[in-house]
């Protein structure tokens, strides 16, 4: 997507060859800055610190986390080594694993001097991969919307809620839960977006704002308690989060607090939709509540809150009592039937096993084994 009019991706090789640059996503929204990844102790640090954060954008920033490994120590002992460094930097989101994974399978067949190269190579078709999907998952988020608004709405704007930020910055580009958004805007169809501030981290108000900002799509930043609000005034005309993971009988794990907002939205007949890639699929369980690892994070990010002061300093105060404890999960489960539908690459699935076998059937077989 465009800032100050020039096209950017959250992620890509340097121009000198020698590392990675993403876009410091602590730093925003109050500066725009980009920083170097050289080693594996780089990304995973990056990834782990939330430098880059969002499933997809997570999973492609492991993949180039193999290539920078691979310069550095190509052997199976090496390989492997870097498998681990970054699979314990977050344990929630699933692109994770399967970036790793698709590293793995890529390069340990191959001879270690053939390894950098070969890394470099899948990294970059992960995203490539990761942009094509999320545009498939904008026109079929897009037809959703053309659908209420010719149904409910015509001509009316179309008033859509979103949790934490599936946007580009939480994909290489387009964004999951946001695709639909800026192809509708691009369109014609007027949007506004209720962006939840998505507490404790604020991706809503901190990323998803200036993001919708950047590209000029109306927007209202409301408080994490004020969605169901919204909804019981007719505010809301549907709901589009994103996933860190989802299993295969579509439960959904999403930024804390995207349960409540399905809860909201399923007592006030408000349609809630996922924007899921296939590599946020966990084919391998269908129980979210109980399997689903769930990240307990600092609880200073709870305790603590950082913003802009008036003299453009950035500062972080905290706001709880010196002795009150804090607890931060990070993600919660919304169980499939408090989801409307399933906005994938390949179409609209419902969120259920079959709905979703139906749509990748090629995992039927995957599934029995
Ligand atoms: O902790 P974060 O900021 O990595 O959490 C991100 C989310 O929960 C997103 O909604 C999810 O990764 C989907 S991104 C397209």
Known sequence: MKIDGKP?????????????????QTKLPHRFEITRLETL??????????????????????????????????????????????????PTAVNLRWALDAARTKLSPLAPTARADAAFALAGEICDEDVEINRSIGEAGLAVIKDIQSRKKPGETINILTHCNAGWLATVDWGTATAPIYLAHDGGIPVHVWVDETRPRNQGASLTAWELGNHGVPHTVIVDNAGGHHMQHGQVDLVITGTDRTTRAGDVCNKIGTYLKALAAHDNGVPFYVGLPSPTIDWTIADGVRDIPIEERDHREVTEITGRLPDGAVATVTITPEKSNAANPAFDVTPARLVTGLLTERGLAEASEEGLLRLFPEMRQANKD
């Not at 950017?8 to 410091?24: C, K, L, Q, Y």
């Not at 640090?45 to 920078?68: C, D, E, Q, S």
């Open 8 to 24: 950017h991706r959250t992620i890509w090789p340097a121009p000198d060859g020698n590392a990675v640059e993403i876009i410091d």
């Open 41 to 90: 102790k780089d990304a995973a640090h990056a990834i782990k610190a939330m430098l880059v954060r969002g499933a997809p954008l997570i999973g492609a920033t492991a993949a180039y986390g193999m290539w920078l490994a691979m310069r550095e120590d190509a052997s199976d002992a090496g390989l492997s080594n870097a498998y681990d460094r970054l699979y314990e930097t977050r």
